[in-house]
C-alpha cells in the first residue's frame, strides 16, 4: 500500500517564526500552541511519514551561520523527540529567494524522490505550512493543503481532519418546482454564498453559516412567480439532507445543541442529532410576512429541515419584534449546531448508548 506524507514546514508551523525570520537563537525560540499534542496524536494514532521541509534562507553565509542554526534546530528535534514526534526525513533548502532555485520552496528540488513513485500516495498527502508558499508547494506536489492561520485552522483542527476526515457534503435536488445546490462543510469558518431569490431568506441562512462555524453554499432557483413555498420548502430538505450527510457515521459529535437573547427577544433552540425527527415549535408571529418571507413558512422551513436531517428540534421564542424574533432563532439553531458538531478525537466514538444513531 503507497504511503501518505505530511510535508511539514518548520518556522511558522512548528515553531513560531520571530521578525527577523531566523530563528538562530534560544530566546527566540517559542514552540507553536498545539503542535506537541496534535502532532503526537498524529504519529501515534496514523500512518502518515512525516516529512519537514523548511526554506533557511542564507545557511551558512555570513548572514546566517551555520553555528547558530544548528543547535537551535537539534534542540527543536531533540524536544519534538520527547513528545513522540520524529521525523522520517529532513529536507532543508539554503538559497535566498532572488536566487529562484528549483529546491527552495515552493520549489520541488529537494522533493523529487517522493514524485512518480509508486511507494507514496501524494493524492492523499498533505503539506502543513503557514504561507502562500507552502500551498504552493502542495500544488505542485499534487497533494493538498492545511495552512495555519487561514480559515482558523490551527494544529486542533489539524489533527482533527486527519483523523476523522473532512465533513463536507453537496447535495442537489431538482423537481419541476425547483432547483436547489446545497454545499457545506462542517468544519469551516463560516464563510457563506447564499442565493435563494429570497432576500430575508438569504439573510437568515447566512445566520446557520456565520454563526455555526460552518461554510454554506446555497444556490435556489423556484418558481417565485407562484409564491415563495417551493422555494422554503425545498431548500430546507436539501440543507437538511446536506447536514445528515456531512455528519456521516457521527462518532465523536457531541450530539446535542442548547439559547441566545436579541434585543427584546429571548429565542431557544435544542437540538438532537439522535436519528429520530420531532419538532416542538413554540413561536408566534403578527405580521404577514417580514421581507419577502411569509411567516406562516418559518414553521414549515423548521419542520422540513428537522425532516430531512433526522433531528429533534425544539424552538421557543418570546419577544415583540417580529425581525429579531426570527433572526434570534436562526442564530440560536447556528449556536446549537456549532455545539451539536463539534468533535472530540480523544473520544471518537457514538454518543450513545444504543450503539447507533
Known amino acids: 500500500m503507497a504511503e501518505r506524507i505530511l510535508f511539514i514546514d518548520r518556522d511558522g508551523t512548528l515553531v513560531e517564526e520571530p521578525a527577523d525570520e531566523q530563528v538562530d537563537a534560544f530566546e527566540k525560540l ?26 533557511q534562507d ?27 514526534i520524529t521525523f522520517d526525513a529532513i529536507h532543508i533548502d539554503n538559497h535566498f529567494p532572488e536566487d529562484h532555485h528549483p529546491s527552495r520552496k515552493p520549489g520541488i528540488g529537494m ?32 497533494c493538498r493543503a492545511l495552512i495555519l492561520g487561514r480559515d482558523g485552522m490551527t494544529w486542533d483542527k489539524i489533527a482533527e481532519l486527519l483523523f476523522a476526515g473532512e465533513r463536507i457534503a453537496e447535495v442537489h435536488r431538482a423537481t419541476k418546482e425547483t432547483d436547489i445546490r446545497v454545499r457545506v462543510n462542517l468544519d469551516g469558518s463560516g464563510r457563506c454564498a447564499i442565493h435563494t431569490g429570497l432576500g430575508f431568506f438569504d439573510h437568515m441562512l447566512e445566520q446557520i453559516g456565520k454563526h455555526g462555524g460552518m461554510d454554506l453554499d446555497i444556490e435556489a432557483r423556484g418558481d417565485l412567480h407562484v409564491d415563495e413555498h417551493h422555494t422554503i420548502e425545498d431548500t430546507a430538505i436539501v440543507l437538511g439532507e446536506c447536514l445528515l450527510q456531512a455528519l456521516g457515521d457521527k462518532r465523536g459529535i457531541e450530539r446535542y445543541g442548547y439559547t441566545l437573547p436579541m434585543d427584546d427577544c429571548l429565542c431557544q433552540v435544542a437540538l438532537d442529532f439522535g436519528g429520530r425527527p420531532w419538532l416542538v415549535w ?40 417580529e425581525h429579531h424574533k426570527i433572526e434570534g432563532i436562526f442564530k440560536a439553531l447556528a449556536r446549537a449546531l456549532k455545539m451539536a458538531v463539534r468533535r472530540d478525537i480523544e473520544h471518537f466514538e457514538l454518543p450513545s448508548t444504543k450503539g447507533a444513531l
Open 30 to 55: 517559542r514552540f507553536t500552541k498545539g503542535v506537541f499534542k496534535n502532532l503526537g496524536f498524529i504519529r501515534q494514532h496514523l500512518d502518515f511519514k512525516l516529512v519537514m521541509v523548511s526554506n
Open 282 to 321: 413554540d413561536a408566534s408571529f403578527h405580521r404577514e410576512k417580514i421581507g419577502e418571507m411569509p411567516t406562516e413558512m418559518f414553521l414549515h422551513f423548521f419542520k422540513s429541515l428537522s425532516d430531512a436531517a433526522r433531528m429533534n428540534l425544539n424552538i421557543k421564542a418570546e419577544g415583540e419584534n
Open 111 to 142: 522533493l523529487k524522490e517522493y514524485i512518480d513513485n509508486d511507494r507514496y500516495d501524494l493524492q492523499h498527502s498533505y503539506v502543513i505550512g503557514d504561507r502562500d508558499t507552502d500551498q504552493l508547494l502542495a500544488d505542485n506536489l499534487g
Open 58 to 84: 542564507g545557511l551558512g553565509t555570513d548572514s546566517f551561520p551555520e553555528e547558530t542554526f544548528w543547535p537551535v534546530h537539534n534542540f527543536i528535534l531533540q524536544t519534538l523527540e520527547g513528545e513522540g
